[in-house]
């Protein structure tokens, strides 16, 4: 086979991880992952322990590929111009002003690039839509690249990513499914078994769908919109166990047991953060309301009215808590939306933290992999007055040091092994432990702490 060149527009969370597991699995194609962010595709480029992005596994990736058959640049022009296949991976956030601000996806990123690749391409090519874009972007792709070159043949094929952070590497390598939609033409079709023909190196014939354009993008925001539903599902259940003496975790199991139901996503907790829940059902909503389906984008609106019902009653319950306290001070323990990721994006931390500053509470943060930059980027819109009663520290002593409250807010691992008895006596008072993951039994820490609940009790 002629070895193959590939460019990624796009070198973040979806982009650097895809291509670096293409690039593993395919050694004869050559591939150029691109950024107009200059410093991250330094970062790219500089020592494995510092890339911009952590997954596990990931760096032992890098380490074997780049600057083999792996390039990260920012010379975007000419790394389009030699490519026959382009992956679009840039960012689609929600909309802030305009026709749908605040709820439709911002598709500036992925047009931006269809422009560039009209303007800088001599060759015909392939370009894969990588990005999670509503129903009708494949289109819009198409109608940018024709109004602009008419010289050259583009197929637009859309290939949505399912990788979930922190497992990215694992999902890359084993996916449940990969999705390819294509145009209902000859071209069209060769187009997609020229995408299939990269997967096909790695994974069985059987993982491959072939569908069209729109039943590619709609399966993407349908797969996120249902994963976030079950977990909306379950914390509404959360509220009602708190008054019932149900318990959620026992709940949870007797109905994942069921195999027509399955046990995953029934994880109660604080509630979903992350870059793609929030952002794809908005973009769902959106959709239903443009197409007038009030009913449908209702229903699909309950799923993050949900969520953010059940962040606002775990801060209540800390409030309730720590009323009495003259100055009182929480100890946060996770930043990142979940565990084995350095992303914060959505993080219902965030939320947590800006509720209790603006109610004058001190608030100590811990996270084993979130810099103090990206949480003081987090809070940004607070005011400095509120900001001044945060820290942030490099250890869980430091920071639940004078402290009435430990919250866990992130599932890592090493929350589970800590010393509560020891860490209860560096608190000012050891007033309320409040698990929002679910993953301490409560008779371990009902002993040291006056108030020891978790998000069903
Ligand atoms: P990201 O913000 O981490 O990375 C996007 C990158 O694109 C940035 O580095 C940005 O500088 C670059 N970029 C934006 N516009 C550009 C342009 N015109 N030219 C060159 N570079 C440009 O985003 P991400 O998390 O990787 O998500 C990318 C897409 O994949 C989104 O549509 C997202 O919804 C989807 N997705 C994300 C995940 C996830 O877990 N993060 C999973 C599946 C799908
Ligand atoms: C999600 C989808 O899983 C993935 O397929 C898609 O490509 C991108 O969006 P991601 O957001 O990276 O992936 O992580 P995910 O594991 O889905 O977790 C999202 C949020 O839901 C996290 O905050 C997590 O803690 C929370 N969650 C997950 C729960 O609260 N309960 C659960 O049972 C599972």
């Not at 990736?61 to 296949?85: C, H, M, P, T, Y």
Request: hydrophobic letters at 35%; a neutral charge; glycine letters at 6%.
């Amino acid at each position: 086979m002629k070895s193959k060149e590939i460019c990624c527009i796009g070198a973040g969370y979806v982009g650097g991880p895809t291509m670096a597991v293409i690039a593993y699995n395919c050694p004869k194609y050559n591939i150029t992952v691109v950024d107009s962010n200059k410093s991250r595709i330094n970062q790219w480029n500089g020592p494995v322990e510092n890339l911009p992005i952590y997954e596990p596994g990931l760096k032992e990736i890098i380490s074997d590929v780049r600057d083999k058959n792996l390039v990260f640049s920012d010379k975007i022009e000419e790394s389009i111009k030699k490519a026959d296949i382009i992956f679009i991976a840039v960012n689609t956030p929600t909309k802030t002003d305009g026709k749908g601000r605040g709820m439709a996806a911002d598709l500036t990123n992925v047009k931006k690039c269809a422009e560039l690749i009209a303007k800088s391409s001599s060759s015909d090519k392939i370009i894969v839509e990588k990005s999670t874009a509503p129903v009708g972007t494949g289109e819009k792709i198409k109608t940018v690249l024709k109004s602009i070159n008419s010289k050259n043949k583009f197929q637009v094929v859309s290939n949505p990513e399912f990788l979930a952070e922190g497992t990215a590497i694992n999902d890359l390598m084993n996916p449940d499914r990969v999705l390819i939609g294509g145009e209902e033409s000859r071209e069209g079709f060769e187009a997609v078994n020229t995408i299939a023909n990269i997967y096909k190196q790695w994974l069985p014939n059987n993982k491959i769908i072939l569908t069209n354009l729109w039943s590619s993008e709609l399966s993407k925001l349908a797969s996120n919109a249902f994963l976030a539903q079950r977990i909306s599902s379950i914390n509404s259940l959360s509220a009602l166990c708190e008054k019932t003496g149900a318990k959620i975790n026992e709940v949870s199991k007797s109905v994942g047991m069921d195999s027509r139901i399955g046990s995953k996503f029934l994880q109660s907790s604080v509630g979903f953060g992350g870059s793609c829940f929030k952002k794809d059902i908005l973009n769902l909503v959106y959709l239903c309301q443009y197409f007038n389906l009030p009913e449908v984008a209702e229903y699909w609106h309950n799923v993050l009215k949900i969520n953010e019902y059940q962040k606002e009653r775990f801060f209540d319950k800390i409030h309730k808590s720590l009323k009495d306290i003259k100055q009182p001070t929480v100890s946060l323990l996770g930043w990142a939306f979940k565990k084995n990721t350095n992303d914060s994006r959505e993080s219902a931390s965030i939320d947590i933290a800006k509720k209790l500053l603006e109610n004058n509470y001190s608030v100590n943060v811990y996270d084993p992999m979130v810099n103090d930059k990206t949480i003081i980027d987090d809070l940004n819109n607070l005011s400095v007055l509120n900001l001044e009663k945060l820290n942030i520290f490099s250890t869980v002593e430091e920071a639940v040091q004078n402290s009435h409250a430990i919250c866990i807010l992130t599932e890592w691992d090493e929350f589970q092994s800590l010393d509560y008895t020891f860490l209860s006596k560096l608190m000012q008072e050891a007033i309320l432990f409040l698990d929002g993951r679910n993953i301490i039994q409560k008779d371990r820490v009902a002993k040291i702490f006056e108030n020891t609940q978790s998000i069903d009790t």
